[in-house]
């Protein structure tokens, strides 16, 4: 088997020294693939530089308002209403961003990172759906004809290369009489065959996972993300393995190199081309997007509905949720008349009921967006392309579950604000540095999200590997010089029909 | 002569396995996605039309209302979904679908598609401009590479001309049979729209009857322009094989690669700013005017003495009207004219890339196809910058009544618990936006429609060239 790689890798070696469109393939897909790294380093940075700047903002507010508590003035001098030892002021002026860092692979990926936002203002009128206020910039013309990234480049002009390279194996030693030569030698068409299989493999592997590994380690991925790398790059060889044995199955079976050629074309048209949008189109027509309707309401008419009843209504809500403001001093007052309440204290009842409203707004459109992904994770049965676009963007942490998981994190921080307001409130508290610290602290320094390729994608692409080796396997049992069972469909095909032009 | 050279080219299509096999796919794939996006189209109409009905309810249920209050319950501008989105749909998952319409604030387009989907959206949707734009010229491709190069091969050019046909007149009817295909997934793709629009019971339109109509001319010269060069190719190719590589190279160039390049150059070449540098900056500038909430305001001062030297008095509390609705609408005004100058600016970069795209249309007559497919359909970036612009001018004659009514509506300076009467808040009337015309449209693409005239003659002309030498044997 050595020798007969060895025999394969020659003839290999002489056939891309005499053939400059193989050459230039491989180029352009180097070339494409290294713009790609760098105008991902170029969308990274800007995204790490909002991310910073956001951090720095709420930094410097912080050590100003440090300042004015350390100097014991109760505020700003423009805005003497202001006084920092009460609850919602020490608040207000505690404010923080909250941000999602990019992963290093961001650099190979862009997902839906351009259309989701990083970065969100905290405080404790703060909802999950302001995050979507704070989207990049962008024009949604360019956005439209998708992204130029790595990953477009190692799963949809890979399999392109591929065909290049490997469009004529074996209908080549047909066409060319090697077949024959191997045939009167005794020679194993199924070991000539593979051992086509593994130089393509390796041809094809060593670019393809060559820029992955490239782009990570630009990036800085060994240091932060080490085994989403290597699993990246294990995951491109499954997928550039899958392709070689799709080029093997339609080699086994096709005759001629013009109609292998064109086999491949359309089976590349239909596995990153057509699935996709099939499956986004279906996805928009069974789990529509809509308005987000839950949200329009949720900021109108149900705050307006809210704001009609009075603080006390919402008072068993928060009671439920915080079960200790039930024994706090401000908590005899429960039942009191309201010329004995404080309305400042009480406005925070309310401020959580708002807060429970926008959380189950942004609750109704997760769910959907969950059933819209658990549908397009559907399609990658269809397509292997699918399938590695969805994991090296989950790697990537430029998915939308990572994105979501950004948005979800914002809930819990706006209510753990609102409990520690209603509980100094309840408790008469006034704030010092200390507690405007601890507020501040409520809120966590940017986080990277992202996950490891879930066990269905390595099946997916599994699967196509096996069912590609089964086809190949089952072309190979023929006798080989037998034309091919699909010959109708060959490119010869219309030159055996009789027409007759009087 | 020609047309039994037709009627060759005809039953030599009909026998074509690869197209029944291709063609049945194409069609299946076309009566999908139609069906698909109609789908979802009439999802989004109806669930827009209930918005809208929601939001006029919830204003006219204010009932008697502080106008200030009523101008911060505001309301909603929802992009309406085009009949012929279910056509192309265009940037529509880039853009968003609601505009919040509010006092002292010009709001963007809020909630994408893209942004509530799985990184999938970036592959595309699978519409019937898809289809026309990228699979059937797939399919001419595939049935058509051969058709000069291959009979060629054969040695039955030189019979056909030995039988009396003109070289041209080979050309042309292979041409012609081609681009006869092509019409055949064009004409099922209208009757499909008309089909569904019937179906619905919606009907369709006039003007949008003259946009299928105009889309159905973009893609019968798209086509053309693709059978002439499958035709072109084929003739002067040195066997079919290469005529195929040439054809494959040609369409995933500029088909999938090609978009991709041009729309990131683009976008480097006039890059947009942050969102955080472009709101800071307009920020900084709103702040640099007056702030109608704040009566210490050193510019409300002036403003304030300005009114009581108007009327005569000397305190605020003496004029016939409120002083807060007037200190409001300037602050409004002032407003304005910031959001102007820094949208105006962000809308400056955005033309840009959008001249750079159209030129790049020049060189690539795909791209061209989309932008004017985009454009008739009504999907495109400058119907979606109409709407924008509509909602922005309703809400400043929202709140420019809004203010109106608070300073002379009967109320006097700090009497904010004055409220408006309902027939006055029943008489503002809802956003209703009026789609540009079809002239109007295709005025914004006026480059994308040149270069693909332009690219059709060019291809003519050499098709006529090909077509008087074509090589009758191999090389």
């Not at chain 1, 990036?219 to 044995?245: R, T």
């Not at chain 2, 054969?154 to 003109?166: D, F, I, K, N």
Request: hydrophobic share 50%.
């Amino acid at each position: 088997m050595r020798s007969m790689i060895a025999a394969v890798a020659t003839a290999e070696w002489h056939r891309w020294r005499r053939s400059w469109l193989r050459v230039a393939v491989l180029l352009l897909y180097l070339g494409a693939g290294a713009y790609a790294i760098v105008a991902g380093q170029h969308d990274v940075q800007r995204w790490d530089t909002a991310v910073t700047a956001a951090s720095e903002r709420a930094a410097v507010n912080q050590t100003e308002t440090r300042a004015m508590y350390a100097s014991g003035v109760k505020g700003p001098a423009d805005e003497p209403w202001v006084d920092l030892a009460v609850g919602y002021w020490a608040e207000w002026y505690s404010w923080t961003s909250m941000s999602v860092r990019p992963q290093p692979l961001a650099v190979t990926a862009r997902g839906v990172s351009d259309v989701r936002g990083h970065v969100i203002r905290v405080n404790r009128f703060t909802s999950a759906f302001d995050v979507g206020k704070n989207i990049d910039l962008g024009n949604p013309e360019t956005q439209a004809l998708g992204a130029l990234d790595l990953v477009f480049v190692l799963t949809m002009l890979m399999p392109l290369v591929m065909l290049v390279f490997g469009f004529d194996l074996l209908s080549y030693e047909r066409e060319q009489g090697i077949a024959t030569v191997l045939h009167v030698q005794s020679a194993s068409i199924g070991r000539w065959f593979a051992a086509r299989l593994i130089v393509l493999a390796v041809i094809v592997l060593v670019p393809t996972v060559g820029l992955w590994l490239i782009g990570a380690g630009v990036s800085g991925a060994f240091s932060v993300q080490a085994a989403a790398v290597w699993q990246g790059a294990g995951f491109l060889s499954l997928l550039v393995l899958a392709w070689v044995a799709a080029v093997g199955a339609v080699g086994a079976w096709v005759t001629t190199s013009a109609t292998s050629a064109l086999t491949l074309a359309c089976l590349w048209v239909a596995v990153t081309l057509i699935v996709p949008a099939l499956a986004n189109q279906v996805v928009s027509a069974v789990v529509p997007v809509g308005y987000a309707s839950e949200v329009t309401n949720a900021v109108r008419s149900e705050q307006a509905a809210l704001y009609a009843q009075p603080p006390g209504a919402f008072r068993p809500a928060v009671y439920a949720a915080f079960p200790g403001l039930r024994s706090a001093p401000y908590a005899q007052f429960d039942d009191a008349a309201d010329s004995l309440r404080n309305p400042d204290k009480d406005m925070f009842l309310r401020e959580f009921a708002e807060h429970m409203l926008s959380r189950r707004a942004m609750e109704a459109i997760w769910s959907r967006e969950v059933a819209r992904e658990q549908l397009a994770m559907m399609a990658q049965w269809g397509s292997p392309t699918v399938a590695a676009q969805l994991a090296l963007t989950r790697l990537a942490g430029v998915d939308a579950a990572s994105h979501r998981a950004f948005e979800q994190a914002v809930v819990p921080v706006v209510r753990a604000k609102l409990a520690m307001l209603l509980d100094g409130e309840w408790n008469n508290r006034k704030y010092d540095v200390a507690a405007f610290d601890a507020l501040v602290a409520l809120v966590p320094p940017a986080a990277r999200y992202g996950g490891t390729i879930g066990i269905t994608s390595w099946v997916v692409l599994l699967t196509w590997l096996s069912a590609a080796i089964a086809v190949a396997v089952a072309g190979l049992r023929r006798p080989f010089l037998s034309p091919s069972p699909f010959a109708r469909f060959s490119l010869d095909a219309r030159l055996s029909q009789t027409t007759t032009v009087s | 002569m020609i047309g039994a050279l037709l009627r060759h080219e005809m039953l030599a299509l009909y026998r074509n396995r690869r197209l029944q096999l291709l063609g049945g796919i194409a069609v299946v794939l076309l009566l999908v996605s139609g069906i698909a996006g109609d789908r979802s189209v009439r999802a989004a109409a109806t669930e827009r039309a209930r918005a809208v009905a929601q939001t006029r309810a919830e204003w006219l249920a204010q009932g008697p209302v502080n106008p200030h209050n009523a101008a911060h319950f505001g309301s909603f501008a929802f992009k309406p979904v085009g009949a012929l989105a279910m056509l192309d749909g265009g940037v529509d998952p880039f853009v968003g679908t609601l505009i919040r319409l509010e006092a002292h604030a010009q709001n963007d387009v809020q909630y994408t598609a893209a942004s509530q989907q799985s990184a999938l959206v970036r592959l595309g949707a699978l519409d019937p401009a898809l289809v026309l734009l990228l699979l059937v010229p797939l399919v001419l491709i595939v049935v058509g590479h051969a058709t000069i190069a291959g009979e060629r091969e054969s040695g039955r050019l030189q019979v056909m001309v030995v039988q009396g046909a003109t070289r041209s007149a080979l050309f042309w009817t292979k041409t012609a049979a081609l681009w006869g295909l092509g019409l055949c997934f064009l004409v099922l793709v209208a009757l499909q729209t008309l089909a569904v629009a019937a179906w619905t019971g919606g009907g369709v339109d006039s003007p949008a009857l003259e946009r299928v109509a105009a889309l159905m001319g973009v893609y019968a010269g798209w086509l053309l322009a693709v059978s002439l060069t499958v035709t072109i190719v084929s003739a002067l190719a040195q066997d079919a094989r290469a005529a195929l590589t040439g054809l494959l190279l040609l369409w995933i160039g500029a088909a999938i690669v090609a978009p991709r390049i041009a729309g990131r150059l683009a976008a480097d070449r006039n890059p947009l700013p942050t969102r955080r540098a472009f709101q800071a900056a307009m920020r900084a500038d709103r702040e640099k005017g007056l702030n109608g909430h704040d009566p210490q305001d050193a510019r409300v001062k002036a403003l304030e003495a300005q009114v009581l030297v108007q009327y005569g008095v000397t305190n605020k509390k003496d004029l016939p009207i409120n002083f807060d609705g007037i200190s409001m609408q300037k602050d409004e005004e002032y407003g304005d004219a910031v959001w102007d100058r820094h949208f105006g600016a962000l809308e400056q970069k955005l033309d840009a890339q959008r001249s750079n795209l159209h030129r790049v249309a020049i060189l690539n007559p795909a791209m061209a196809v989309r932008a004017l497919s985009m454009a008739l359909a009504g999907t495109d970036v400058s119907h979606a910058r109409h709407f924008q612009q509509q909602a922005e001018t309703y809400r400043r004659d929202l709140i420019q009544r809004l203010n109106h009514e608070q300073a002379y509506g009967g109320s006097r300076t700090d009497d904010w618990d004055w409220k408006a009467s309902t027939a006055f808040i029943a008489g503002i009337p809802d956003f209703v936006y009026v789609p540009p015309s079809l002239d109007e449209a295709v005025a914004r693409v006026s480059t994308p429609l040149r270069a693909l005239v332009a690219w059709t003659l060019l291809l003519t002309v050499i098709g006529a060239a090909t077509g008087a030498r074509l090589r009758l044997e191999r090389a």
